[in-house]
T-cell receptor, first 114, second 115 residues
């Protein structure tokens, strides 16, 4: 079946540190891949997406590359800020086209300290 | 553009009571989802609507959960009777096609506590 595995949290970093949150997936066919972010007390927000192999999604200094050969979609940011503290969810949509529900990982909580 | 609206934001009930949640999707979004997010886990689909028809309710515990989407716009999710394990955040999302991928937009969620 379809599944997403994320690195366990929490992750605690100092401001301006480099961030990597690992995400690997299992899916049939060619899924679309997403990173969502959930700030305290708020709903999920789409952070970035990639719809095919070797696509790079980017937004707000975050980026992730769709790696079909390693079935991965790791999230990276070169210099984190305190305002990046949130829970990050990796997710896939099982078909590369078509309106299907998302399959989420368990989430990784990031805390950035000044 | 207004986002997905949900109410109430918080609800505390006793087990065996009933509860209902309401969702208003983004205007023009034909697809609406209800997800359940248990503490420490990612959201899991309960039910998907396309307009006012059910596309997927395979993971909805139908002995106690029900959902409807009248006129293809607003939706309600009901739990009757509630169990302790229903304590979770209930997220509503709606989606549209953007550049080949259906982007889902989430509401703030309703946090349910069953005591």
């Amino acid at each position: 079946g379809n599944s997403v595995t994320q690195m366990e949290g929490p992750v605690t970093l100092s401001e301006e540190a480099f961030l990597t949150i690992n995400c690997t997936y299992t899916a049939t066919g060619y899924p679309s891949l997403f990173w969502y972010v959930q700030y305290p007390g708020e709903g999920l927000q789409l952070l970035l997406k990639a719809t095919k192999a070797d696509d790079k999604g980017s937004n707000k200094g975050f980026e992730a590359t769709y790696r079909k050969e390693t079935t991965s979609f790791h999230l990276e940011k070169g210099s984190v800020q305190v305002s990046d503290s949130a829970v990050y969810f990796c997710a896939l949509s099982p078909r590369d086209s078509g309106n299907t529900p998302l399959v989420f990982g368990k989430g990784t909580r990031l805390s950035v300290i000044a | 553009e207004a986002g997905v609206a949900q109410s109430p934001r918080y609800k505390i009930i006793e087990k065996r009571q009933s509860v209902a949640f309401w969702c208003n999707p983004i205007s023009g979004h034909a697809t609406l989802y209800w997800y359940q997010q248990i503490l420490g886990q990612g959201p899991k689909l309960l039910i998907q609507f396309q307009n006012n028809g059910v596309v997927d309710d395979s993971q909805l515990p139908k002995d106690r959960f029900s959902a409807e989407r009248l006129k293809g716009v607003d939706s309600t999710l009901k739990i009757q009777p509630a169990k302790l394990e229903d304590s979770a955040v209930y997220l509503c999302a709606s989606s549209f096609n953007s550049g080949g991928a259906y982007e889902q937009y989430f509401g703030p969620g309703t946090r349910l506590t069953v005591t």
